[in-house]
């Protein structure tokens, strides 16, 4: 099993920068194969998809956040989202998601806020 925490999130003016970090515990060689991804929910949404990245290093974004956010493995136990130019539409909890072929976990997430 695999528990997966979230971090980093914080009020932020738009047009700022927050780093956010999914740390994983438990079975780590699951994190080391599986795809890592970022999703967000704004209340009253949808939980949407934001980044993904696969063991070897590929990574894929959301088109509303291509050019702004940045998502890295930075270890074997952790991955992160750096997210540059928010905007007050990027308001909303994030989530981070690991996914292999037989296993999938959330974490609990981290809200961020765009706001003046």
């Known amino acids: 099993q695999v528990q997966l925490v979230e971090s980093g999130g914080d009020l932020v003016q738009p047009g700022g920068s927050l780093r956010l970090s999914c740390a994983a515990s438990?079975?780590?060689?699951?994190?080391?194969?599986?795809?890592v991804a970022w999703y967000r929910q704004a209340p009253g949404k949808t939980r949407d998809f934001v980044a993904q990245i696969d063991w070897r290093g590929n990574t894929n974004y959301a088109d509303s956040v291509k050019g702004r956010f940045t998502v890295s493995r930075d270890n074997n136990f952790a991955v992160s989202l750096q997210m540059n130019s928010l905007k007050p539409v990027d308001t909303a909890v994030y989530f981070c998601?690991?996914?292999?072929?037989?296993?999938?976990?959330w974490g609990r997430g981290t809200q961020v806020t765009v706001s003046s």
């Open positions: 438990g079975n780590i060689s699951i994190f080391r194969i599986g795809t």
């Open positions: 998601y690991l996914n292999t072929h037989d296993y999938d976990v």
